[in-house]
């Protein structure tokens, strides 16, 4: 045994385990386990990544103002109120531990990202999660959940793992009902998926508020997840309390370069959209024909209902011998349920194929 104590709450986190990325046996796989990009990075991101090749000796800007500067021109934000980072995972770990320590609570929906726990109990703070309302967050179960400790609100938005939404005046009605001295952090990675009228990804109420952040990523749409790339979009104290907390050269060379010619290549990101506004809502009615049960989603992926814990476990093994990996949400709270990625055309076909054969077979 070792003499070395961790700091208090550490050794109650159940460590983050990513979605499966290969089946035994199996050389030909559709992984569907992690959400990324159907059609992958964008050709330009790839040539952008090679040319940078013969400089991987220098240090990258440790601003990452080019970048920043992409980013502000590509959405119409001001550059100086964005910072950039290794995932947006890095920036959520950052918001967490400059804001909230031993005593705070954190507070999150019932389905929520699980770094959002995690970060807290690494940091000392109490994780609190609200009950959800149809595995969508539910504005006034959060509210109810609100307290002098509370320090941080996170909201996933669209949510992963259920693939739900929060309406732009929820939201709203959310913010309102906090005290000024709680940051609402709003995780909008799945909000260049999201083409509904009543949607806001968060900029609006960043520009209006000063406990308001919104972070996004260039791991889904853009392609970029192996790169590990996010940005948030601040108030100016919120972004210098980063600029003094957060690693020198936090956003590597190659990432910053594929990032900006991932931007500039609209044409490949409105494909990537296409093809989920295709084979979203085709696949979900595929299952429900099946009489599974997809959750109405606004991401590239489903949540799929089985109906029992027993039946998910082997739906997800029917699947990975067909060579298609899902991932399985048990740490989420649903154990009866599978979450999908939406892949290309052939993908999604195997994946109704394969359950088709599931059901006809249990």
């Known amino acids: 045994m070792s003499a070395l104590t961790p700091r208090p709450g550490i050794m109650k986190i159940a460590p983050y385990v990513p979605g499966k990325d290969s089946v035994d046996g199996k050389e030909t796989i559709a992984k569907l386990s992690s959400n990324e990009g159907a059609l992958g990075p964008s050709p330009k991101a790839m040539a952008a990544y090679a040319k940078i090749a013969s400089e991987l000796h220098r240090y990258p800007d440790g601003g990452s103002e080019k970048l920043r500067v992409a980013i502000g021109r590509r959405f119409g934000l001001d550059a100086q109120r964005i910072v950039c980072g290794s995932g947006s995972d890095e920036l959520l770990n950052l918001l967490i531990r400059a ?82 001295d709680v940051l609402l952090v709003i995780d909008a990675a799945y909000a260049e998926y999201v083409s509904r009228n009543d949607y806001e990804s968060g900029v609006e109420l960043v520009d209006q508020a000063e ?83 997809p959750l109405p989603s606004v991401g590239n992926f489903l949540l799929v209902g089985f109906g029992a814990k027993d039946r998910a476990a082997a739906a997800n093994t029917w699947m990975m011998n067909d060579g298609l990996i899902p991932r399985m949400v048990a740490g989420y709270g649903l154990p009866e349920h599978l979450r999908i990625t939406i892949g290309t055309e052939t993908e999604v076909k195997a994946v109704r194929d394969s359950l088709a054969r599931f059901v006809a077979a249990k």
């Open 99 to 180: 804001y909230c320590g031993p005593g705070d609570e954190l507070l999150y929906s019932q389905h929520g990202f699980l770094m959002y726990p995690i970060n807290a109990l690494g940091v000392g703070a109490t994780p609190v999660a609200a009950p959800e309302n149809n595995y969508r967050a539910d504005v006034d179960a959060m509210l109810a959940k609100v307290t002098n400790k509370t320090r941080i609100v996170c909201l996933a938005n669209p949510n992963n793992p259920t693939g739900t939404y929060v309406t732009k005046d929820e939201v709203r009605r959310l913010h309102a009902g906090l005290p000024k």
């Open 211 to 293: 406990n308001v952040v919104m972070t996004r990523t260039f791991s889904k749409i853009y392609g970029l997840g192996g790169l590990r790339l996010g940005w948030m979009y601040a108030p100016a104290a919120v972004v210098d309390v980063m600029s003094r907390f957060r690693q020198p050269f936090n956003v590597n060379l190659a990432a910053q370069a594929a990032g900006i010619a991932a931007l500039e290549d609209i044409a490949h990101t409105d494909a990537s959209r296409t093809n989920n506004d295709i084979w979203l809502p085709w696949l979900s009615a595929e299952l429900t024909k099946l009489g599974l049960a």
